[in-house]
Nanobody
Framework: QVQLVESGGGLVQPGGSLRLSCAAS????????MGWYRQASGKQRALVAR???????TYVDSVKGRFTISRDNAKNTVALQMNSLKADDTAVYYC?????????WGQGTQVTVSS
């Protein structure tokens, strides 16, 4: 059984920073893409950033230049460094992983940007 466990969410003021981390454990074969989606209240879940196994990255336009995704293949972890946070970044953030043709999700971590 594969598990993704996220950490690092919380409350931050506009302009602040947070770092989200996600660790995969269990019977994991080779991991392809890893990344993060988010779901704001009343909205659909949407991609924030993804990173491929060789390291290529994709970001949604609204976070480019502010968020940085990284992964550690040896530890099966993915992180999202979020800087210059805005109120619009408030959402539940979900880690995901594609391994062996299967998509796995974390349980979600709340990020609230508010003064």
């Amino acid at each position: 059984q594969v598990q993704l466990v996220e950490s690092g969410g919380g409350l931050v003021q506009p302009g602040g920073s947070l770092r989200l981390s996600c660790a995969a454990s269990g019977s994991i074969s080779s991991i392809n893409d890893m990344g993060w989606y988010r779901q704001a209240s009343g909205k659909q879940r949407a991609l924030v950033a993804r990173i491929a196994s060789p390291g290529g990255t994709t970001y949604v336009d609204s976070v480019k230049g502010r968020f940085t995704i990284s992964r550690d293949n040896a530890k099966n972890t993915v992180a999202l460094q979020m800087n210059s946070l805005k109120a619009d970044d408030t959402a539940v953030y979900y880690c995901f992983m594609v391994s062996g043709g299967t998509l796995y999700w974390g349980q979600g971590t709340q990020v609230t940007v508010s003064s």
